[in-house]
């Protein structure tokens, strides 16, 4: 007997054309938690580690935004795995929110784009405060990306410049500590610091 699982329902058809990443090395399957005890009755011998690299940050961030869902639109308005404003994938060049939610190479694109732009406009930021501690927090380069995708790249400025007196909460009380701390020791030397960043 062959029990086959799939996460997707059979009443809705899915086009994947759409979804696509620059590299199929970065192509992998994760069993949800529903299906780990069918698939591995016992303990797996290899787990998926992504460790402190620049895949292990977006993959961090994003399961932290949306659980990864690139489909989501939350109540705010906050669309797909990373949750962007409409304004933000303006500042970056999309301009089509639909097309933006159905492009799962577009929304990574645009998390690039924005982090780089992000690098640049904090970059003195970075290399004042990276390795000392602002309000008890140890400041990274990583935790301070992660901050400027919360609250914005000047919210972080207020934050780091104010010695921590300054802190800023999202709508679900995320503060721009918890990121600091939460992402915190990620490379992302990868990042090119870029002004003019676009998807």
């Not at 062959?2 to 086009?15: C, Q």
């Not at 192509?27 to 992504?50: A, F, G, R, S, T």
């Not at 460790?51 to 659980?67: D, M, P, T």
């Not at 990620?186 to 090119?192: E, H, K």
């Amino acid at each position: 007997m062959i029990i086959l699982l799939t996460g997707f329902s059979l009443s809705k058809k899915i086009d994947l054309a759409k979804y696509k990443t620059d590299s199929t090395s970065l192509c992998y399957q994760v069993p949800n938690l529903d299906e780990v005890d069918l698939l591995y009755p016992k303990k797996p011998l290899n787990y998926i580690y992504l460790g402190n690299s620049y895949i292990g940050f977006k993959e961090a961030l994003g399961f932290k935004e949306s659980r990864g869902d690139y489909a989501i639109v939350n109540i705010y308005g906050y669309l797909g795995k990373y949750q962007f404003g409409k304004n933000t994938l303006k500042l970056i060049g999309i301009n089509d929110s639909d097309e933006f939610l159905n492009n799962s190479y577009l929304q990574e694109q645009a998390f690039t784009a924005n982090t780089a732009r992000n690098k640049w406009i904090l970059r003195r930021d970075i290399k004042k405060f990276q390795g000392i501690r602002v309000g008890g927090v140890k400041i990274t380069e990583s935790g301070i990306l992660a901050a400027a995708h919360l609250a914005g790249a000047g919210n972080v400025k207020k934050y780091l410049r104010s010695g921590g007196s300054v802190n800023f909460s999202d709508a679900f009380g995320t503060s721009i500590e918890y990121y600091l701390k939460k992402f915190s020791g990620y490379d992302t030397s990868f990042v090119i610091a870029n002004r003019k960043a676009k998807a």
